[in-house]
Each structure stands twice: as C-alpha cells, then as structure tokens.
C-alpha cells in the first residue's frame, strides 16, 4: 500500500465550468480535490471535477469515501449527481452535514437530487450514504485525518479546512475574500496564523486588480493578496485555486510569473503554484 499523502486536483474553476479551447491547460471543471492517505480519500467539495474522480474510483472498491463541502454554492455541489461511486451497491459514502449547519441531518449534495434539478433520487441509489452528524471531527479523527474548521469571509459563509495528515499540513480555504467591504469573520492576521508553516494553501484567487471595483464583495480574493498571504505565513507550496472562468490559459501563465518574480524578489520560502486538473502533489 502506498503510504504517501497525495493531494490531487480534479477541478479548478470557480463559478461556472468553463470548458473550451482557451482553458485546455489549467481545466474547465468546478472545484473538487482529493487527498488519499492508505485505503481512505477525503474529497474537498463536489464541483464538476468530482466526475473524473468518481471514474478513477470506480476500480477501487474498497477505499472509504469521505466528502467535505466549503458551502453549497452550485460549483461546489453539482458534480455529485455524476459521482460514479454513488451508483455503486453497499459502497459507503460519508458525509457530514452538521459541519456547515447546526441541526441540519441531509447533505446539499443529496437535496440537489430531488426529481427537480436532477431525475434520479436518493432512494434510487444503490450505494450507503452515511450522514455523520454526531462529532464529525472525532469521527474524520479516527480515520486519520485531524481537522480544524476555519469560518472564512464570503456572502452565505464559507468553511475552510485545516486538515492534518500523517503530519502533513494541508489548508483548503476557498471561497474566501480576504479583504470584503462588508464585516470579516476572518481578519488576515488569523489567515495567517491558521495557515501557518503549512505545507500546502489551497486559496481562492479568482480575481485581479483589474476586476475592481465591480467585484468587490463577491467573495472572492486577489492573486496577489494570496502571495501577500502565503509568504506571510511561509507556506512551502502555495496552491492558487478557484481561478475566474473567464481566464484564459495564456493569462493564468502570465500571472503566475508576476507572482513567481514577487516571491523570488522577497527570497520566499513559499513555492507558488497556480491550480490545474490532474495536478498531484506527493509527501
Ligand atoms: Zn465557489
Ligand atoms: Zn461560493
């Protein structure tokens, strides 16, 4: 058995797919990433990219699926539909609700499939899913993955992840304005704090200057205020995630090299790197 960590990245995207021959390089699907560790897999979100995930799944049976969700906006709900392992009989499959909302026992990944918005409806499904809504840390703990909830800056809020692994430290903060016009719930200085000699900050940096003013308050961040962020907090990989559908590959290279130079010109600990599909990282 492999007993490395590896974090792996099935979709990039922010908002809305964004599938076409501008966006071959970095992906077109919406936000989902996986990080295996032995016979489990924690799965980050359940945006597009899930689908790719599921296909890979499907051959290992025997691997414990356990699904985290930011929030519910659709591009981090509407790939589970199409998420194969579902369709398998007796596969278990957690998830844990109660993590975004007190009191609330059925994930949004299920509601989303009630013969509306999607035909089939859970009592279709021939595989278990498990809501685990007492202590869900303790139990994510038992299986190997300590976790820390950040409450992060968006409109309807958002909850970041700090997740350890076989010691490795891995912060999944999107959907997170770093600087929001209306109240933070998230100052910088406990961004940086939280985040804090990690070994990998996956971050929302969906926007530039130039998006400004018009999307302030979308809740979204800037590139560069994730550098600013991930050098602060000398992060060694600093993972830009959650890039606008909008951009185009030509674009993302040419701002990777902005923040690459800026890093270089501070002599930064951290290692930046912009998000895209089937990226693997290994500790
Ligand atoms: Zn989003
Ligand atoms: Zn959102």
Request: net charge negative; with cysteine; hydrophobic share 35%.
């Amino acid at each position: 058995m492999n007993n490395k960590v590896k974090v792996e990245f099935w979709g990039v995207r922010g908002s809305v797919p964004s599938p076409g021959p501008e966006t071959i390089k970095y992906g077109g699907n919406t936000s989902c990433v996986s990080i295996s560790y032995k016979d489990k897999i924690l799965i980050c979100d359940a945006g597009t990219g899930i689908r790719d995930l599921g296909s890979s799944l499907v051959q290992d049976p025997n691997k414990e699926i356990y699904i985290l969700l930011s929030h519910s906006h659709w591009d981090h709900i509407q790939g589970f539909p199409f998420f194969k392992p579902i369709y398998q009989p007796d596969r278990p499959v957690y998830m844990f609700p109660s993590l975004l909302k007190k009191n609330i026992v059925l994930s949004s990944l299920v509601e989303q499939m009630d013969g509306a918005h999607f035909p089939v409806t859970p009592d279709q499904v021939p595989s278990n899913f498990n809501f685990i809504t007492h202590n869900p840390l303790a139990f994510l703990s038992k299986n190997g993955f300590d976790i820390e909830l950040v409450f992060l800056n968006h409109p309807g809020s958002a909850l970041g992840y700090k997740i350890k692994v076989n010691d490795i430290t891995i912060c999944y903060f999107t959907d997170n304005e770093i600087e929001p016009p209306y109240k933070k719930t998230i100052e910088f200085d406990q961004l940086v704090e939280k985040c804090n000699t990690a070994d990998v900050l996956i971050h929302d940096a969906q926007y530039t200057k130039e998006d400004m003013p018009l999307k302030h308050g979308w809740g979204h961040s800037l590139i560069h205020q994730v550098t600013e962020l991930g050098h602060e907090a000398k992060v060694k990989n600093i993972v830009y995630f959650h890039h606008d559908p909008e951009r185009s590959d030509e674009q993302l290279d040419k701002l990777l090299d902005i923040e690459a130079n800026w890093l270089k010109s501070k002599n930064s600990l951290s290692n930046p790197i912009f998000a895209q599909e089937r990226l693997i990282l290994e500790f």
